[in-house]
């Protein structure tokens, strides 16, 4: 398709109306038609700045992660509060946009994520944790947060604690009683998580050695 001789629109601004009408109706709404009527431009013009609609989700993908804030790092050293906030701070950033949190499973911007992890690793040598954990906690945690923040993104937002609302006391009596001691709501129960993952490897990555 041709493009226009003169860009109507900006990066960002395609970027953010794309995100805005992923947040407000889901992102089976998104087209490059729509696109363009919520930017008030024709269609073409998108072209100026991306070759294909999954270019745009590329970039909204890569605008959601961005929005994790990177904590200070404790003068005390404590790298597993460190890394849990950061954690947190990703979830946070995702849940935000609990509709495009998808997008991640295909799209997750790794060269974004590159600086950072570097940043994490020399935060780990500087705690002195052993080299050979290094991508065991990195990789790990990826794979947590991503996983656990998609599955709760798929879920109404509730701070209500956890249950399983399909179970019944007849035909899950296990699972029923299990809901009701339960005090946790999603967002405890993933912290829980992210700092029970990081004491294992600690503690098995000291054992082993």
């Not at 804030?69 to 404790?74: A, D, R």
Request: proline letters at 6%; a negative charge.
């Amino acid at each position: 398709m041709a493009r226009p001789s003169t860009p109507l629109i900006s990066r960002e601004a395609t970027i953010q109306a794309a995100l805005r009408i992923i947040d407000e109706d889901g992102l089976e709404s998104l087209s490059l038609p729509r696109l363009a009527r919520e930017l008030n431009v024709k269609a073409p013009s998108l072209y100026h700045h991306f070759s294909d609609k999954n270019e745009i989700l590329a970039e909204v993908a890569r605008t959601i992660v961005a929005g994790t804030h990177l904590p200070p790092k404790p003068r005390s050293g404590d790298w597993q509060d460190w890394f849990t906030q950061l954690s947190m701070n990703f979830r946070t950033a995702v849940l935000k946009h609990r509709r495009a949190a998808p997008i991640l499973l295909q799209l997750l911007p790794r060269d974004a994520l590159t600086d950072l992890y570097e940043e994490a690793a020399e935060y780990l040598q500087d705690c002195g944790v052993a080299e050979d954990q290094w991508i065991q906690i990195l990789d790990g945690l990826e794979k947590f947060s991503i996983g656990a923040t998609l599955a709760e993104a798929m879920r109404p937002p509730s701070r209500a604690r956890v249950r399983f609302e399909h179970a019944d006391p007849e035909n899950h009596p296990v699972l029923t009683r299990a809901a009701e001691a339960n005090q946790l709501n999603a967002k405890q129960i993933f912290e829980n998580g992210i700092r029970s993952y990081l004491l294992g490897v600690s503690h098995f990555g000291a054992h082993d050695a």
